[in-house]
T-cell receptor, first 114, second 111 residues
Framework: DTEVTQTPKHLVMGMTNKKSLKCEQHMGHRAMYWYKQKAKKPPELMFVYSYEKLSINESVPSRFSPECPNSSLLNLHLHALQPEDSALYLC?????????????FGPGTRLTVL | KQEVTQIPAALSVPEGENLVLNCSFTDSAIYNLQWFRQDPGKGLTSLLL?????REQTSGRLNASLDKSSGRSTLYIAASQPGDSATYLCAVSGNDYKLSFGAGTTVTVRA
């Protein structure tokens, strides 16, 4: 099973709402990633977790809060977002953090902030 | 900082023609290079992974080559079909554990 799942598929939220994105993989991967992708642009790395610990934070605003409750699950908590945060949020996983490993991506969550 | 460039930005071909997509990168100290396919509004599907020690990888109608010393990779898609219409992204992985993406080539295969 080489699948990464993400829920929800679509999310519309106001600037005062709190919501969460969820990502799950059952491939036994120990590295998980959050990316943000704006229209017609490549994905931009946000966070990297390795063995359930945050390894990389690409200077992401604190209104985005990642969480890795266990090795299969990755959440992204959203609070007080801005309209410019509207984008496709992609989750990915790889066997380990080392650069030789293939990354597998989920289908994404399309986020709209009103 | 690794810079990845994909040329052309867009490509339109008739069905049956072979596709040639180019990717170049500035820092040859890479671990691997991945080619992805992305349909509009969807996630990324990994097509091929080439490790830095390899020269090419093949999967069905897809063939990707890697010339690490010159910082280039080429994705060939044989006998294109309308279902191949998508955006193709290349990404390189370095020792900073990050994928550096190109901006993509948007392919349209006309029936």
């Amino acid at each position: 099973d080489t699948e990464v799942t993400q829920t929800p598929k679509h999310l519309v939220m106001g600037m005062t709402n709190k919501k969460s994105l969820k990502c799950e993989q059952h491939m036994g991967h120990r590295a998980m990633y959050w990316y943000k992708q704006k229209a017609k642009k490549p994905p931009e790395l946000m966070f990297v977790y390795s063995y359930e610990k945050l390894s990389i934070n690409e200077s992401v605003p604190s209104r985005f809060s990642p969480e890795c409750p266990n090795s299969s699950l990755l959440n992204l908590h959203l609070h007080a977002l801005q309209p410019e945060d509207s984008a496709l949020y992609l989750c990915a996983s790889s066997q380990a953090l080392a650069g030789r490993n293939e990354q597998f991506f989920g289908p994404g969550t399309r986020l709209t902030v009103l | 900082k690794q810079e990845v460039t994909q040329i052309p930005a867009a490509l339109s071909v008739p069905e049956g023609e072979n596709l040639v997509l180019n990717c170049s990168f500035t820092d040859s100290a890479i671990y691997n290079l991945q080619w992805f396919r992305q349909d509009p509004g969807k996630g990324l599907t990994s097509l091929l992974l080439i490790q830095s020690s390899q020269r090419e990888q093949t999967s069905g109608r897809l063939n990707a080559s890697l010339d690490k010393s010159s910082g280039r990779s080429t994705l060939y898609i044989a006998a294109s079909q309308p279902g191949d219409s998508a955006t193709y992204l290349c990404a390189v992985s370095g020792n900073d554990y990050k994928l550096s993406f190109g901006a993509g080539t948007t392919v349209t295969v006309r029936a």
